[in-house]
C-alpha cells in the first residue's frame, strides 16, 4: 500500500460485503414468498422484505464505491487523502443512518414511519427505490456532498489523471441527480417523469462512469498496460454511455403519459446503449490480451474480465431485448424487466466492487494477492454467483415471456394471479439458483479468512 490513508478503504469494503450478505437473504426471503405467500407473515410482509432488499442494494453499491475511490483516488492523485477522518466520521454516520432506516422498515408500519419522520413536512417517502425516510434522504446527500468534498480536494492537490476525473464527474452526478428523489408532485406522470432522473440516471449514466473509472484502475494495475491506452479507451467508452444514457431515458417514458416523440427517442438511443457495454468488453479483454505481466492476484483479473462481460449481456443484452416500444408494450413491468435488473445489477455494479475489492483488499493487508488456496476459493465464488445469477435470468426470463403471453397476447388472457400460478415453477427455479448464489457469497467472505504464503506487497 503506498499511502496510509488508503486503509480506511477497508471499512467501506467490510461493510459492503455485510450489506451485501443482508440484501441476498431478503432476496431469498421474498423468492419464498412468491411461491409460498405467508411466509414470515406478520413479521415481514412482502412489500417490507422487498424495501429492505432494494436498498440494501443501493447502499452495499454506494459503500463499495466509496470505499474503491479511497483506496483508488490517493494512488491516481499521489497523495495522501487530504482528510482520513472525514472518511472515517462520514463512515459511521452512513453505517448508522443505514442500520436506522432498515431497522425502521422491519419494526414500524410505514405510514407511521413516515409520520414520525417528517414526512408531511416534505413529501419524498413511498416510492419503488425511494422508500427512504426524509431524515435519510438528507444523510445521504451529506453523506455524498462528504465523499465528493473529500475526493475532489485530494485530486486538486495532487496529479491529476482521466480516471480521477471521470470518477469524480460519475460522483458529482450521483450526489445531483439524487436531489430529484426529494422531488415528489401530486401529478402522477410528472412524479414518474422525474422519478427516473434519479433511478435511470444513476445506474444507466453517472455511475457507469464510476464503473469505468474503477474497471480501467484495476486494469492498469494488473496487466501494466500504458496508462495513455487505457484512458482513450475510457474516454470513449463514457462519451458513448452518456450520448445513449442520457438521452435513453426516454425509453421509460413510452406508458406514463408524455409526448408520443419519446417512443422514437427512447427506441433508438435506448437501443444503443449496449454499444458502450459492448466496447466496455473488447477493451478489458484487449488489456489483459496485451499485458505486459503476470500480476499475482489471479483473482482480481477474473473478476475484472467477468465485470466486462457480464456487464454486456445484462445491461446491454437484455436492456435490449425489451427496451423498444412495440415490444416494450407487451413486456413492461413483467418478470422480463426483473431478469433484466437482476443481471445488470450484478453484472455492471456488484461484480466491479467486488473486483475492486478483490484487488485492494491483499494491498491493504499488506500483500499483493491472497494465498492461491483463497484465490482459488475466490475463483469458485465467482462462478457460482455468476452461473446462478445467469440462471435467474434464465428463470425470470421464461416466467416473463409465459406472462406476456398468457396475460397480454393471448386471445383469452388470464389475470395477473392466475398467471402467477402457472409460472410458478420458474420462481421455484429462481429460488434454488438463489441459494447457490448465496453459497457462493459465503464462499467469497470466507476466501479472506484463509491463510497461507502470499507474495509480500512491494
Same mark, same amino acid.
Given at each position: ?15 459492503a460485503i ?8 431478503f432476496?431469498?426471503?421474498?423468492g419464498?414468498?412468491y411461491?409460498?405467500?405467508d ?9 417490507v ?10 447502499v452495499w ?18 497523495t ?17 443512518a ?13 405510514a407511521?414511519?413516515?409520520k414520525?419522520?417528517?414526512? @408531511? ?29 473529500n ?5 486538486l ?26 422531488y ?6 410528472? @412524479? ?8 435511470h ?11 469505468g ?11 501494466? !498496460? ?16 452518456l ?5 435513453g ?5 413510452y406508458?406514463?403519459?408524455? /409526448? !408520443? ?9 435506448s ?11 473488447v477493451?478489458?479483454?484487449n488489456? !489483459?490480451n496485451k499485458?505486459r505481466?503476470?500480476? /499475482?492476484n ?5 473478476w475484472?474480465?467477468?465485470?466486462? !462481460? ?38 455492471a ?8 475489492i ?8 499488506g ?8 484465490q482459488?476459493m ?42 402467477? @400460478? ?13 441459494v ?15 491463510k497461507g ?6
Amino acid at each position: 500500500m503506498k499511502y496510509k490513508s488508503q486503509a480506511v478503504a477497508k471499512l467501506y469494503f467490510i461493510a459492503a460485503i455485510g450489506l451485501f450478505l443482508g440484501q441476498i437473504l431478503f432476496g431469498l426471503i421474498m423468492g419464498l414468498q412468491y411461491v409460498v405467500g405467508d411466509f414470515l407473515f406478520p413479521a415481514i410482509p412482502f412489500n417490507v422484505a422487498r424495501m429492505v432488499h432494494t436498498n440494501l442494494l443501493i447502499v452495499w453499491l454506494l459503500f463499495g464505491f466509496m470505499g474503491a475511490s479511497y483506496f483508488l483516488i490517493p494512488e491516481e492523485s499521489e497523495t495522501e487523502l487530504f482528510s482520513p477522518k472525514l472518511a472515517i466520521i462520514t463512515f459511521w454516520v452512513f453505517l448508522a443512518a443505514g442500520a436506522i432506516t432498515v431497522l425502521g422498515y422491519l419494526l414500524v408500519p410505514y405510514a407511521s414511519l413516515a409520520k414520525w419522520t417528517g414526512n @408531511d413536512l416534505l413529501n419524498t417517502m413511498g416510492r419503488e427505490f425511494l422508500e427512504q425516510p426524509l431524515p435519510t434522504k438528507v444523510g445521504i446527500v451529506l453523506v455524498a456532498l462528504s465523499w465528493l468534498f473529500n475526493i475532489t480536494m485530494t485530486m486538486l492537490k495532487g496529479r491529476k489523471t482521466a480516471i480521477s476525473l471521470v470518477l469524480t464527474l460519475g460522483m458529482l452526478g450521483l450526489a445531483v441527480f439524487f436531489l430529484f428523489s426529494f422531488y415528489n408532485p401530486v401529478n402522477l406522470v410528472k @412524479d414518474k417523469f422525474y422519478w427516473w432522473w434519479v433511478v435511470h440516471l444513476w445506474v444507466e449514466g453517472v455511475w457507469e462512469l464510476i464503473l469505468g473509472a474503477m474497471l480501467a484502475f484495476v486494469l492498469i494495475k494488473v496487466t501494466g !498496460v500504458d496508462r495513455e491506452v487505457v484512458e482513450k479507451w475510457l474516454y470513449v467508452i463514457i462519451t458513448m454511455t452518456l450520448v445513449t444514457g442520457i438521452i435513453g431515458t426516454g425509453h421509460h417514458y413510452y406508458w406514463i403519459g408524455t /409526448p !408520443v416523440y419519446w417512443q422514437w427517442w427512447g427506441s433508438v438511443f435506448s437501443a444503443l446503449e449496449p454499444i458502450p457495454f459492448f466496447m466496455m468488453t473488447v477493451f478489458a479483454f484487449n488489456m !489483459v490480451n496485451k499485458r505486459r505481466r503476470e500480476h /499475482p492476484n489471479k483473482a482480481a483479473v477474473l473478476w475484472a474480465l467477468g465485470t466486462s !462481460v457480464m456487464a454486456f449481456l445484462g445491461a446491454g443484452v437484455w436492456g435490449f431485448l425489451h427496451t423498444l416500444a412495440p415490444v416494450n408494450y407487451y413486456a413492461h413491468g413483467t418478470q422480463l424487466t426483473a431478469a433484466h435488473g437482476h443481471l445488470a445489477f450484478y453484472g455492471a455494479y456488484a461484480l466491479v466492487v467486488l473486483t475492486m475489492i478483490s484487488y485492494a483488499m491483499p494491498i491493504i493487508r499488506g500483500r499483493a494477492a491472497n494465498p492461491e488456496r483463497a484465490q482459488i476459493m475466490e475463483m469458485w465464488s465467482f462462478w457460482l454467483m455468476t452461473v446462478s445469477i445467469f440462471f435467474i435470468t434464465l428463470f425470470l426470463t421464461g416466467a416473463g415471456i409465459v406472462q406476456i403471453w398468457l396475460q397480454r397476447i393471448s386471445t383469452t388472457p388470464m389475470s395477473f394471479m392466475a398467471v402467477q @400460478d402457472q409460472i410458478s415453477i420458474f420462481y421455484w427455479a429462481r429460488e434454488a439458483a438463489g441459494v447457490v448464489f448465496l453459497i457462493g457469497l459465503l464462499l467469497y467472505i470466507t476466501s479472506f479468512f484463509v491463510k497461507g504464503e502470499s507474495k509480500a506487497f512491494e
